[in-house]
Antibody, heavy 119, light 110 residues
């Protein structure tokens, strides 16, 4: 059974870079049928797709965040990562990683990790 | 990209059927059969309920069904049960090759 688990700091200072990693287990990491995605959920903005990356490293971005998002993949560790630069309080949210099917749906999701931006 | 419009809340009694709508435009919901639905209980990760408008993941109860008419997709829950009380949201692929989320609907079982 495919499982995803987010990891990373729960507190980031304003103007710094948020860094998260998602570890994938129990299934195939290399497939052309899907990508690996990041989604966040905040009280003020609801759910928002951040972007996705495939195992080859091709990236797909939400245009509203593209200038601040860096995604990477490590196939040897079955992991993919997110960096969000120049964070502000508006970036405080629960961040989820998920398998992103080429048909546009996300399944399964990681449990989510709360990241708070505060000094 | 504006969020897809969902009713803030829908309620029903056990055993009843309810329908949640997800309204977009011809550039997203109306233009593609790539609408998915998710259930989210408080403090938990979202769970896929419907993909590609009408398809249920393997093992999911057939009490959940999806449909689409024009720019509006719908999720119907039949035989409402207490465990169905949760937040539900939709996602659609868009003409801009991005994804747009619904605003979310809280389902209450009376």
């Amino acid at each position: 059974q495919l499982q995803l688990q987010e990891s990373g700091p729960g507190l980031v200072k304003p103007s710094e870079t948020l860094s998260l990693t998602c570890s994938v287990s129990g299934g195939s990491f290399r497939s052309s049928s899907y990508k690996w995605g990041w989604i966040r959920q905040s009280p003020g903005k609801g759910l928002e797709w951040i972007g996705s990356i495939n195992y080859s490293g091709n990236t797909y971005h939400n245009p509203s965040l593209k200038s601040r998002v860096i995604m990477s993949v490590n196939t040897s560790k079955n992991q993919f990562s997110l960096k969000l630069t120049s964070v502000t309080a508006a970036d405080t949210a629960v961040y989820y990683c998920a398998r992103h099917d080429n048909g546009g749906w996300f399944d399964p999701w990681g449990q989510g990790t709360l990241v708070t931006v505060s000094s | 990209q504006s969020a897809l419009t969902q009713p803030a809340s829908v309620s029903g009694s056990p055993g009843q059927s309810i329908t949640i709508s997800c309204t977009g435009t011809s550039s997203d919901v109306g233009g593609y059969d790539y609408v998915s639905w998710y259930q989210q209980h408080p403090g938990k990760a979202p769970k896929l309920m419907i993909y590609e408008v009408t398809n249920r993941p393997s093992g999911l109860s057939n009490r959940f069904s999806g449909s689409k008419s024009g720019n509006t997709a719908s999720l119907t829950i039949s035989g409402l049960q207490a465990e169905d009380e949760a937040e539900y949201f939709c996602i659609s692929y868009t003409r801009s090759d991005t994804l747009v989320f619904g605003s979310g609907t809280k389902v209450t079982v009376l």
